[in-house]
């Protein structure tokens, strides 16, 4: 599968810029760049001397923005790619480790050691305002919205590349792209055949295992992943994990026009979680499964049409069941969840003329959802109803037309109309216009709408729970902790981004700067007014999800990668994040502090004699104040080393690495309560043919 293409050479021309006020923010950036950039475009490199192995030796060729496939330079999208080097060079454990490579991303540990991703702030313990995809599939909640990065049936050995889209998108992927889009490919199965595996063994009761077995009959190719990751999680708190996963993929190439993708995958698990608000610790279980069929017909070298068809089931048991000290209260907390999404898509692209494409499509989805307590159905609660589950119900049509209005100027007209229980009727339009300076340098201005379809637990949560022998009168009776708004209308954002991006193949360099202001409207949480309800002596108040305050946010991000030498690699990144608060009901302080001002993070990749490889990872924020759960704490840096020796003996081929995690010593993560502490391990991996 090729991944990536170059552009035809074209001619010089005089540029203006198109948004005063975004001017000399990006002038000054590009002046900074000045040295290394060419006076005039460099002659094209002949394909057959570059090679594909590495990222910068070629422009690469992205799908994530519009869902054609278009070299990075004419997308109408700030794109961020994640490549394998980079993920093994990491030291990351975790998928979610990974995004502290990407300009604007923070990284945070919830109760449970709980991962959480966002993007530009403004996010509790869920960050909902982020699409997530898994080779296509959505894999958010959709209970609450956010992804459990923790719970995904996935090893981070048999990804591909991942696509991050910083900034809305909802034109292509809907209401859950927000703020931003995170697409993980995993290897094509004929690309992982053989036998792998992987065992890592450290500190605070890291024992990981993975093993996989790819094989080819024909025309079918596949592979069965399977894993078990051990922690104990911070060591100030107890949350301890023990996570089983196992996935499989098959790739069948039925005949020369037709191919059918099917993969399934599960997780098991055990993770503690420790609430200080009630003295105790509970196991919480987890139980998923997924499937995943896509076809797709080549119809034409210029025209294709895609069938997918995925169905997700998520099964979270969790119990409090405690006395509350020292009023000698029995409470019984049940934050168990049941939820199921089904998901049916039709794609179809063509090329229309030679300077017009079209992708297009419609989808259907539903997402259905329960938990006893959280919705309010627990006959332990006085609920006499007979309602089971709670559903939105979800109609979708797409499409993007990129058009190619001269040599140098590219017009990506996108959008998505949709209808749901939830949201009704919404349209999300983008307008993308991308100028070339040269075949490896653009221009790009994209003006964009999106919308966020509330979560089911914001619409439809009621969550009421038994509280038996209270001290004082009435002894028995139902505490509501908050309630979901069935009126609640859908988050909206306006964003307006001025980029430019370069990749300067002989030099060696990948740059990308954007100037970006967003606007939204009607963000959507507890609305801070708390209800009075004297029936309930315990809590005695409750909370309402609402659409409580408006926000703006701007800023710049940058991200610099090259060669400084031919077997080093360095990749910086930058970012400035303002948010200013619209409403007096949230502090404004707390909204504005939601995100870290700023964030640098820089990855150092070294090459030695002998196949030896190292790297340091450094990633610092500023101040910050999450919003939930999240506490007001100070700035920190985390710094992973890794360094890597190779094993070959006859058909093994093997690699051990010594890793350290957070070597520059303790800091506070999202809570004053959650002390992220030094982490080693060492891992052997090998494989087989």
Not at 113 to 124: A, D, E, K, R
Not at 165 to 177: D, K, L, M, V
Request: aromatic share 8%; with cysteine.
């Amino acid at each position: 599968m090729k991944t990536y293409l170059r552009p035809s050479k074209l001619k010089s021309q005089p540029t203006i810029c198109v948004a005063n006020r975004y001017c000399q923010p990006l002038l000054s950036a590009l002046l900074l760049m000045a040295p290394l950039l060419p006076a005039a475009a460099d002659e094209p490199v002949a394909l057959a001397s570059l090679s594909e192995e590495d990222f910068l030796e070629d422009i690469p060729v992205v799908l994530t923005a519009t869902r054609l496939a278009q070299p990075i330079t004419e997308a109408p999208a700030a794109i961020t790619l994640i490549d394998k080097k980079m993920i093994r060079a990491s030291g990351a454990r975790e998928i979610a480790d990974l995004f502290r490579m990407v300009p604007g991303f923070v990284v945070s540990h919830d109760s449970g050691h709980q991962p959480i991703v966002s993007y530009h702030g403004l996010t509790g313990e869920y960050a909902v305002r982020m699409q997530v995809l898994v080779d296509g599939r959505s894999v958010y909640s959709p209970v609450f919205g956010g992804v459990d990065w923790t719970n995904l049936p996935l090893a981070m050995d048999d990804i591909e590349y991942i696509e991050v889209i910083r900034g809305p998108n909802s034109a292509s992927y809907g209401s859950n792209s927000f703020l931003s889009i995170i697409n993980i490919v995993t290897q094509h199965a004929s690309e992982t055949t053989g036998v792998f595996a992987r065992a890592n063994r450290g500190s605070d009761g890291i024992k990981d295992l993975y093993a996989r077995y790819g094989k080819t009959h024909g025309d079918f190719d596949y592979r069965i992943t399977a894993g078990v990751t051990n922690d104990h999680g911070f060591s100030t708190r107890d949350d301890d994990r023990r996570m089983k996963i196992a996935r499989f993929r098959g790739d069948y190439q039925i005949n020369a026009r037709d191919s059918l993708l099917l993969q399934t995958g599960l997780t098991r698990g055990i993770r503690q979680i420790d609430s200080n608000k009630l003295s105790a610790v509970e196991d919480r279980k987890v139980h998923i499964n997924f499937e995943q069929i896509r076809w797709q017909r080549q119809i034409s070298n210029n025209e294709s049409i895609s069938l997918q068809f995925f169905h997700t089931q998520e099964d979270i048991d969790q119990i409090f069941d405690v006395i509350i000290a020292p009023l000698g209260a029995h409470v019984v907390l049940d934050s168990s969840t049941s939820s199921n999404r089904i998901d049916l898509e039709l794609q179809h692209t063509k090329q229309l003329t030679e300077d017009k494409r079209l992708v297009w499509g419609m989808g259907l989805r539903q997402d259905s959802a329960n938990g006893p307590q959280i919705f309010g159905t627990d006959p332990a609660t006085g609920y006499t109803g007979n309602k089971e589950f709670f559903y939105n119900q979800l109609g979708r049509i797409f499409g993007n037309l990129e058009w190619r209005l001269s040599d140098r100027l590219t017009l990506n007209l996108g959008a998505m109309w949709e209808v749901s229980d939830l949201a009704d009727k919404e349209l999300s339009p983008r307008l993308g216009l991308n100028y070339s300076l040269t075949p490896e340098q653009s221009l790009r201005l994209i003006v964009s709408r999106a919308t966020r379809t509330p979560s089911l637990n914001e619409a439809r949560s009621n969550f009421r729970f038994p509280v038996e022998n209270f001290p004082v009168p009435p002894t028995n009776f139902v505490s509501t902790a908050w309630v979901g708004n069935p009126g609640i209308n859908p988050e909206k954002i306006t964003s307006l981004e001025l980029g430019y991006h370069a990749n300067l193949v002989r030099k060696k360099i990948s740059f990308d700067v954007k100037i970006y202001e967003e606007e939204l409207r009607d963000l959507i949480t507890l609305d801070g007014n708390s209800t009075l309800n004297p029936a309930d002596p315990f809590l005695q108040r409750y909370e309402t999800y609402d659409n409580v305050t408006d926000a703006e946010v701007h800023g710049i991000e940058a991200n610099l990668e090259f060669f400084p030498l031919s077997d080093t690699r360095l990749i910086i990144s930058r970012s400035l994040t303002d948010i200013q608060s619209k409403n007096p009901n949230i502090s404004s302080e707390k909204l504005k502090d939601s995100a870290p001002k700023h964030i640098t993070s820089i990855m150092l990749i070294n090459n030695f004699p002998g196949d030896v490889t190292g790297s340091i990872l450094y990633y610092r924020v500023s101040d910050s104040n999450g919003l939930g759960s999240g506490d007001p704490l100070p700035g920190y840096q985390h710094v992973n080393l890794r360094l890597a020796l190779p094993i070959k003996w006859r058909s093994l081929e093997a690699e051990i690495a010594f890793v350290v995690q957070n070597a520059t010593g303790d800091y506070l993560d999202w809570r004053t309560d959650n002390l992220a502490e030094p982490q080693h391990y060492v891992s052997i991996s090998g494989e087989w043919d």
